[in-house]
């Protein structure tokens, strides 16, 4: 028996593998409709608080104090149980897809997101 992952994949990218897809970007991505983006759910509240995400502004320099304060709103943040609980179910029957607007995709909160939650979902 296989085990299901977590997959990052970025909106706008033409390959989209099967699974659960989840946006988890605050804001919707730029120039998506809502039919291409093909989304089971969209967990804007586990995203990046809007103070964080403009002060980051996908810089590469601030990447590490990025993760560091967003790793602290996920710690705070009320949703993430619910979230956690959630993805714990999809990941039995299948991938879950963290999607994400981001150009950069080694540094973007839904690769802090992934890395955050690989204990908590084990």
Avoid: C
Avoid at 27 to 38: I, N
Avoid at 50 to 70: M, P, S, V
């Amino acid at each position: 028996m296989t085990k299901n992952k977590i997959k990052l994949v970025r909106i706008y990218d033409h390959e989209q593998p099967n699974g659960y897809r989840i946006l988890v970007d605050r804001l919707w991505p730029r120039g998506m409709s809502k039919v291409k983006a093909d989304l089971d759910e969209w967990d804007k509240q586990i995203g990046p608080s809007n103070e964080l995400r403009k002060w980051f502004n996908h810089d590469d320099q601030k990447y590490a104090e990025f993760k560091q304060k967003y790793e602290q709103e996920l710690d705070d943040n009320p949703a993430l149980s619910d979230f956690i609980k959630n993805v714990k179910e999809q990941l039995a029957k299948q991938d879950v897809l963290f999607l994400y607007g981001a150009k950069n995709k080694e540094h973007n909160q839904a690769v802090v997101l992934k890395e955050y939650l690989k204990d908590k979902i084990n």
